[in-house]
Nanobody
Framework: VQLQAFGGGLVQPGGSLRLSCTAS????????MNWYRQAPGKQRELVAT???????NYADSVKGRFTISRDNAKDTVYLQMNSLKPGDTAVYYC?????????????????WGQGTLVTVSS
């Protein structure tokens, strides 16, 4: 199972960006899809998570500004980021947890995308 993220870039403070991340491979079920970010010199932090059957959760720093959503038919997760601040500058990573199937067995997966840089600057 692999993840590929898109949508990063340079945006002015107050602007918006939408990130997307698509999973591919022998996917039987995705239980959760998450967005993390890592700013220079800081630890990676969880930004938003969407779990099957549950309401999305957000870090306090992005509540009311970011929205996570998921298209199950496309195995894709989105992160709509509004009212962006310089403090949101980071590499954003998507993560997916679920179950993969193969010819004669299934196993859990916990995979990461390659990261996409979001820079908020005037």
């Amino acid at each position: 199972v692999q993840l590929q993220a898109f949508g990063g870039g340079l945006v002015q403070p107050g602007g918006s960006l939408r990130l997307s991340c698509t999973a591919s491979g022998s996917i039987f079920k995705i239980n959760a899809m998450n967005w993390y970010r890592q700013a220079p010199g800081k630890q990676r932090e969880l930004v938003a998570t969407i779990t099957t059957g549950r309401s999305p959760n957000y870090a306090d720093s992005v509540k009311g500004r970011f929205t996570i959503s998921r298209d199950n038919a496309k195995d894709t997760v989105y992160l709509q980021m509004n009212s962006l601040k310089p403090g949101d500058t980071a590499v954003y990573y998507c993560n997916a947890v679920g179950i993969a199937y193969y010819s004669d067995y299934a196993e859990e997966f916990d995979v990461w995308g390659q990261g996409t840089l979001v820079t908020v600057s005037s």
